[in-house]
Structure formats: structure tokens, C-alpha cells
């Protein structure tokens, strides 16, 4: 079973590509972040025609989260993260697939450390925490995304320029690793454990040829999961050609029971 996670900023402006890669690699589940599309202008139709059924809940211009499932329908779908009535942001989309429950998260970037914007971030991560808390770890969960947090010091391409920077701040990582400590498990670090592996890379000063970039995009697992990983990849061609994403999409491969 595979299982991918792609900040696509705009699926609009991206959709051939998201097609293209869709029949070239055949996922089996897709979430997508920063799709940047009402659910009106969302493209369900050309999905659906691609084989994949689709959930998804969006916001004009910003944010906008989606959860893809080849030959299926996601199933019992939860659009709103609770914590925050009046959190209008199209940040989180559950869903089940396959018997798999699927959480797609666009974590608030913060801006910077001390803003409002940055305050927020952290509350919302709290309330994540709190809503996965509601899980079991004996479950099969599957919590993914931009999480616009880079835990430790190999997952950013210069750990001093970064330190207690927004991204890279000791409150976003500790709220990381509480994820981790209630019960999930980061999955490239399963496989990977000690190579540095980046996710994105801003667009400007050619930090991805450079390879200059973060690795913010991560797939956590429950222990029924972590203990099927066969292996977590990074598509980097699809941060390559013609107006890209700044993110790539990262494969989890899992050995599934027939």
C-alpha cells in the first residue's frame, strides 16, 4: 500500500501534473495540502476520472486539504479540527481507506517566532495532539502533511542559521515530538534513520539545485504501520521541470495483508 503526502500548492495551476504522476505511479492514497481551491473549483471530476475517488475541503486562494483514494471512496470524512470554533481555515481532512484512517494536516507556517500567526501554529498543533489523543496507537493511523516543522538538526540544510528560527524553534519541534511520544512513529526515520533528507525548497536564490532545503513534510505512523514499512521516498523529479511545487511528494510504502 502506498501512502503520499504532497504540499501541491494550487492544484489548479499543478492538475496535469498531479495527473500525469498519478497514472506513472499509482498510489493507492494521496493527501494533498495547500490546494488553494473552493470546493467548488476543486477538479473532482478529473480526479474521479483517473481512478481515484476524493474527498477534500477548500479555501479560496489559501490552504485547502484533499485526501485521494485509488479505486475506493474515503470513507467516515472529518473536515474540522476541534479545539477552535471559530477556526475557519481549511487546515485538516480525516478519512478511512482501506481500513487505514488517514489524517492530512496543513500546519500553520507561523511566519515567525513571537507572531500572532506563530501563537496560533502552536495552538493548533496542540489541538492536533489533542485530536489524535482521541485515537488508540494500537490503531492503524495514519497522521501526514506540511507540517511546517523540521524536527531535528538533519532535516534543515544549515541547523545555525536556522536555530530558533520559525520552522526550527525548540517550542515547534517539542510540540512535534509530542505527536512521537503519544504513539506515532516518524516513518522515513524508520528506514532512514540518520541521512538528511529535505522536502522542500523555497523557490528563490536556487535553493533546490543547491539542494538547500527542509525537511517539513512527514508521514507519521501508529506501531501497527511502523511495523509494515517496507520504505519512505522522496519524488524529487516532481520538484524538477517547468513551475513546481516547493515541495515534493514523500512515498510510504507498506506491506499490507492481501
Not at 77 to 99: I, K, Y
Not at 231 to 248: L, N
Amino acid at each position: 500500500m502506498k501512502i503520499v503526502t504532497w504540499n501541491i500548492n494550487s492544484v489548479r495551476a499543478r492538475l496535469d501534473r498531479l495527473l500525469g504522476w498519478l497514472e506513472s505511479t499509482s498510489p493507492d492514497v494521496v493527501c494533498l495540502q495547500e490546494t488553494k481551491a473552493t470546493d467548488k473549483d476543486f477538479p473532482a471530476l478529473e480526479i474521479r476520472g483517473a481512478g481515484y475517488g476524493v474527498a477534500y475541503r477548500g479555501q479560496k486562494s489559501y490552504n485547502g486539504v484533499a485526501i485521494l483514494a485509488r479505486d475506493a471512496e474515503p470513507e467516515d470524512v472529518e473536515s474540522v479540527l476541534p479545539g477552535d470554533d471559530e477556526d475557519q481555515d481549511a487546515r485538516m481532512l480525516a478519512a478511512t481507506v482501506n481500513d487505514v484512517r488517514v489524517v492530512t494536516v496543513y500546519v500553520p507556517n507561523g511566519r515567525e517566532v513571537g507572531h500572532d500567526h506563530y501563537k496560533y501554529k502552536l495552538r493548533w498543533l496542540e489541538r492536533l495532539h489533542d485530536y489524535v489523543a482521541e485515537h488508540s496507537p494500537a490503531e492503524p493511523l495514519v497522521v501526514c502533511g506540511d507540517y511546517n516543522v523540521a524536527p531535528d538538526e538533519q532535516d534543515v540544510y544549515d541547523p545555525k542559521r536556522w536555530e530558533g528560527k520559525c520552522l526550527f524553534s525548540d517550542p515547534e519541534r517539542a510540540a512535534f515530538r509530542r505527536l512521537l511520544d503519544w504513539g506515532l512513529t516518524d516513518a522515513l526515520r524508520v528506514v532512514r534513520p540518520r541521512e538528511t533528507v529535505f522536502t522542500w525548497w523555497d523557490y528563490r536564490r536556487a535553493m533546490f539545485p543547491r539542494d538547500m532545503g527542509l525537511r517539513i513534510d512527514h508521514l507519521l505512523v501508529t506501531r501497527p504501520l511502523a511495523d509494515r514499512i517496507l520504505s519512505v521516498t522522496v519524488d524529487r523529479k516532481m520538484r524538477e521541470g517547468e513551475k513546481p511545487s516547493d515541495h515534493a511528494p514523500v512515498v510510504l510504502e507498506l506491506e499490507m495483508d492481501a
